[in-house]
């Protein structure tokens, strides 16, 4: 009987933290969780207290190393081929031919003669897609499979040289993402299973690494400090957000479930639910957890999800376009929640007056409108959308708009008034003012304020930075 803590350590990181499944090279055979301890079970007895002493870190630190040492594994990143082997393909004992199989073969046997690794993992034959439970299970925890991998092989084949390796496909779908986030160690290899550098790992800090990292950051965006040590988590997420903006998935859903992991919050698997519906659960689901305004920083199309809420993006392209100099106040934070009348939030809701000219018509309609905003001295301020509500029927009833001003913070002291930084960026808000009659006959619509949909971010600049807002202009909101 081994120790009681490595014990404790050992059984959680095989049902936790690697995959449900692996292929055990030396038999070329699948494992499942319980296969696996029972195999590993005896290098595990053999660990010794005085085994446990030489990690400067501490006990716990010395357990998980030794635990991970024992069960490290390979990882593989890539795009699917034809004849790809399935779960039951490689439980049938047959051996066939093709692209997808002279693929896994070949990430065997690099993953063990170059990397050492007894266990590989890929998603073509480690998971069983008949399995729903199984199915949604590898989805939300793949961000940690990869995380924990000793080694993931990123296959490009449609790359013959380190020239050209930024047009593959690898770089344009959705799940590769995190398979470029998440792993510790990578190696990019080439379509006939070179690699790309003579690094042994591809994210190391280094010189030769360089021309490497050069290309990627300029494909993906992504900077090198995230590239070579991303922290996942709901933060951070307007930038994030258009790191996969340009990505396709297969599954339309996959848009959504593909970025759980890097914003390390979990939606139930629902295929056939969606796209708009999947993505709108993620927002949600981030927006439970975190208190960042940039999950509010976006424009365009809404999900359109039952009339609920106009404050939910569509799709992570509503984020491509926010303008650089938008930045965050220090105490920049932000309390909202979804209710059955919408998104509940407080913004600094700042009259604004239409100078478009008027069309003469009852009622008139225009995509493109000019604004100004006396408080704020802001002239000219043009915003696209798909359509404004410019005059009403009697000159009682009218639209009234407001900018719904986002990245304000709070002074902190008694008086507690909101400040603006110079660049500040708003929503466009809406409502029929007038008596509450004529809205209910005529317009059918509710006294409250509603998101206008506009085609480009609104963003505004002040004479100076720290301009000090009026308190009574905070109002909560359901958008």
Known sequence: MGLRDLEDAFNRYVFDEVPVRMI???QMKLLERDALKRLYQPHIDQITEKDLQDNPLGRSAAIEERVRRQLKYGILSHRWLSLEPSLQDMMSGKTLEGPGWEKLRKFCEVANKVY???????DTCCIDKTSSSELDESLRCMFRWYRNADICIAYLAETTSIDGFHNDEWFTRGWTLQELLAPRIIRFFRSDWVPLTDCRNDKADGVANRPIFDVITAVTGISSQDLRAFVPGPFQVDTRMIWAAGRRTTRSEDVAYSLMGIFDVCIPITYGEGAQRAFFRLIEAIMQVSNDPGVLYWAGKPAQIHGLSTAFPSAPACYVGRPDNIRSLADEKREFSLTNR????QLLVIPVDLVTPAIPSATSIQNRATFRCKA?????????????PVLERTGTNRYAYSLGVINYAMIQGESKDPIL???????????????????RMVLSVCHDWEKVETRTFITFNLPQDYTVGKRKLLTTVWI
């Open 24 to 26: 055990y090279l030396p």
């Open 116 to 122: 050492g690794v007894e266990l590989v993992w890929s």
């Open 342 to 345: 919408g998104l509940r939030i």
């Open 376 to 388: 704020l001295k802001v002239d000219n301020l043009t915003i696209e959308g798909l359509s404004f």
């Open 421 to 439: 930084p110079k660049s500040c960026i708003a929503y466009l808000l809406t409502r029929v003012e007038g008596t509450r009659s004529f809205a």
